[in-house]
């Protein structure tokens, strides 16, 4: 055997690892071997340093306050989970008594408050969702939008609704036409005004590539023009509107917009859509030089009436 | 495992919290051990020992008998070690490490050491080599120091480490050797010259 296997047998014999057999082989070597003898005696040194200044054990104080803290750690874990399986428990009810229950808002763009991720995705309970096992292979459900509607702790009751939204991950491309039907649905559905601007600019970036754009899309766009609330979002379906071929349903939402828009930006650029689509060529139609009539006499904004009057002051010219 | 312990398993896999709690007051006092000798500080052993039980309460229905539980939760133990990162340790060890090592003449020899209990300055000596010690365990690696804490301070055979950091024993074996030679080159000055 090497004379470092027995170096290693030297620690194993001190750290009372070896075999009775592997002892005697040992011994036998140290009688003629004086390097080992040497070793054995250092290592005993240095095993009797490391012993002596082991750290104290711990006491029953020290045990004491970890365990202390420990169950009251507990306790506060596991009021969490009561909370987490009632709220659970009453959706599951939920869907079992409306088995044919629809999910409302088909699809998340994954963004906003989304309180159902981070309690079904905290993992301390590891309850999943509608698929009943670990994993969720179908993707995560999402419980958005829990509103509460009372709560009586005196008898322990809570009543609240809630949107259940299947979280469906998509990749594709944006000049795919299924994947535009959905991110135009998702405008159409999507809570969270962020996720529909960033919706309506991907939306918009594929048009203006697009010289025929998805009939789907365009009408999402339209209907997010007129019709949603967040001035951002109308903005933006405004601006990718204007990249599409001019048409009449385009200049009808231009009108629109003109007037019953209280947000002044977006009837400037309305107006500015009007004039740009009549320096390209298009003509002004009847319905339209109404509007701009009606423009010119009662629009808030100066910078309209001023555009109004010069767009109806050229087609008189003309 | 004794079949009161299975017993005792079962009913916490039930949700029986008593049972959960007596069965975890069986061991807790090594885990408390090993997470101070590994750590050496109160607070964060106390953080590593809450994490370690959470681990142990949440996942006790995973537990499938397949091995000792106390394996299982040494198991945890050093998992927890070896991945917890101290909030005040940064501060704890600053690199007393890089200082030169102390002047020829005040090195003094392990044997003056071991037969100087009487001496006036034992106590100051013995925490100098404690510090020392500390010091070199430090500059292990983990999983070195992890070896290194579980025989020396905490007794447990080879064999006993290697299923519970779940590796051969040989690797136990080479951690330990590895471990035995840094801190005897690190020691060196304490120890006898010849
Ligand atoms: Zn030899």
Redesign the interface.
Known sequence: MEHQSFK?LI??AL?N?LSDDQMKELHKHMIDCSRCQ?EYD??T???????????D??DEQ??H???R???T??DY??SRQTVIEKIFHSIQKYFWLNKGAVFTGAFSLAAGLVIGYFVFSSG?TGMNFFTGENGGRAGKQIITNVRFLSSDAASDEVNFVFDAVRQVKMKGKLSDPEIQKILADALVNEKNPGARITTVSALANQVSENKAPNPKVKDALISALKYDNNPGVRREALKALLEMPYDNRINDCLLFVLQHDKNSGLRIAAINGLTLAKMNGQAINQETLNVLNQKVKNDDNEYVRIRAASLLKEENIQ | MTKEENNLILAAQKGDRAAFEELIYRYDKNVLGIAYSFIKNNEDAKDIYQEVFLRVFKGINNFEFRSEFSTWLFRITTNVCLTYRSQKKKFAYTSLDDEPDADESEQRSLSELLSDGAATDSKALNSEVSAKIENGIEKLSPQQKLVFTLKHYQGYKIKEIASIMNCSEGTVKNYLFIATQKMRDHLKVFMDMD
């Not at chain 1, 040194?45 to 750290?55: E, G, H, L, M």
């Open positions: 290693e620690q194993l750290l690892e040497a250092s290592l040194q240095y095993f009797a340093v490391i012993d002596k200044n082991k750290p054990s711990v020290f045990l306050d970890a365990r803290q420990f169950r750690k507990l874990e596991l301390a």
